[in-house]
Every structure is written in structure tokens, then in C-alpha cells.
T-cell receptor, first 110, second 111 residues
């Protein structure tokens, strides 16, 4: 059981570039989440999904898009990266209240 | 509007003593609270939780207390060990499966 995995672990982008972060879970969880964590702040929810084919906006969705084509995968896309999107991104999944997290992706936008 | 507040950015405790981490919330609709632990360069890991219908939940060295009237919860770690050094987050949920997070408290256990 790998739990929740994220790829890539690190990435450096130039302003305006695009990229996709992949999250995969093998726990058959219905719910999946994307968060960002910035220094001195708690985790902030970007987007989430309550099931395959569904997505919803969280607290800070602007500049990001997501897709949940398969139950086990949740993709986070940045169409035109900005320096304000420099952050650590965490994916999580849950069946109820307890969320299980991936190891994170450290993204730097220059 | 911070619905979950952890007012102490850091806390230093001697090894073997009790660590008490505090969390305040404003949302009366929260019915479940969770504590997570996070090491550098890793994702948060679930530690312990408590339902709003309880006032205490215990798991080994970890105990969470909930005071609903004061909208306050605390995590007690007894005895504190070096491996407990980490950032601790509290979070609340109103059963829509979204967690609202505090900013975290960095716990440092001194030898």
C-alpha cells in the first residue's frame, strides 16, 4: 500500500509556463484534495473532489484547474504560472473526516 | 476570518515533561476536530481526533481535550520525547469533509 503519492517532488518553472501535478491514491477513497502551504500559514484548500468526475473550488482556487477522470487520480494544473504560486503543494484523500496526505511537491516559480 | 487559531507559533519543552498545544475555533458548526503532526519535507500525518460530543480522547501518550463552551481544544503529550519535535496542526470540520486548518505550532523538545 503506497497510500498517497505525488509527482513530481520538486519543480522550478518560469513565469508563464504551465505544468500538471499528479496525485494518486490506492485506498479507494472517494474524496481527494489539493492544498498549498505557505510559511506561517496553515494548509489552504485549492480544489477538492467528492468523487470521480466531480471537482469543486476551495478557499484559493484562482490560477489552478483540476481534473478527476479516475477515482484514484487527482490532477492539479497551472496554466500560466506566477511567482505567487511558489509554494509546497499537498494532495490528500479521505473516506470520511480523516485525511491522508502525500509527501508534497515543492514548486518554485521564477 | 480565521476559523481555527493556534496562537503559539512555537513551544519549547524539556524531554520527559508535558507538552500542551492549544487551539481555538470560532465556528460553532464544527463537529469533529483533528490533530496532525508534520515533519519537514513530509506531508502531515494524522495523530488523534475528537468528536464534538466528547470532551476527551486518549491514545497512548496523546490526549486531546475539548471545551465546547470556550471553543477551545488542547493536545497533551506526556511524556514528551525527542521524536515529538514537529509542527502540529489542529483542524476542524463540519462534516462536509473539508478541514479548516490552524497555522500550526512548532514543538521543540529539548534534551
Amino acid at each position: 500500500n503506497a497510500g498517497v503519492t505525488q509527482t513530481p517532488k520538486f519543480r522550478v518553472l518560469k513565469t508563464g509556463q504551465s505544468m500538471t501535478l499528479l496525485c494518486a491514491q490506492d485506498m479507494n477513497h472517494e474524496y481527494m484534495y489539493w492544498y498549498r502551504q505557505d510559511p506561517g500559514m496553515g494548509l489552504r484548500l485549492i480544489h477538492y473532489s467528492v468523487g470521480e468526475g466531480t471537482t469543486a473550488k476551495g478557499e484559493v482556487p484562482d490560477g489552478y484547474n483540476v481534473s478527476r477522470l479516475k477515482k484514484q487520480n487527482f490532477l492539479l494544473g497551472l496554466e500560466s504560472a506566477a511567482p505567487s504560486q511558489t509554494s509546497v503543494y499537498f494532495c490528500a484523500s479521505s473516506s470520511r473526516d480523516t485525511q491522508y496526505f502525500g509527501p508534497g511537491t515543492r514548486l518554485t516559480v521564477l | 476570518d480565521q476559523q481555527v487559531k493556534q496562537n503559539s507559533p512555537s513551544l519549547s519543552v524539556q524531554e520527559g515533561r508535558i507538552s500542551i498545544l492549544n487551539c481555538d475555533y470560532t465556528n460553532s458548526m464544527f463537529d469533529y476536530f483533528l490533530w496532525y503532526k508534520k515533519y519537514p519535507a513530509e506531508g502531515p500525518t494524522f495523530l488523534i481526533s475528537i468528536s464534538s460530543i466528547k470532551d476527551k480522547n486518549e491514545d497512548g501518550r496523546f490526549t486531546v481535550f475539548l471545551n465546547k463552551s470556550a471553543k477551545h481544544l488542547s493536545l497533551h503529550i506526556v511524556p514528551s520525547q525527542p521524536g515529538d519535535s514537529a509542527v502540529y496542526f489542529c483542524a476542524g470540520t463540519d462534516s462536509n469533509y473539508q478541514l479548516i486548518w490552524g497555522a500550526g505550532t512548532k514543538l521543540i523538545i529539548k534534551p
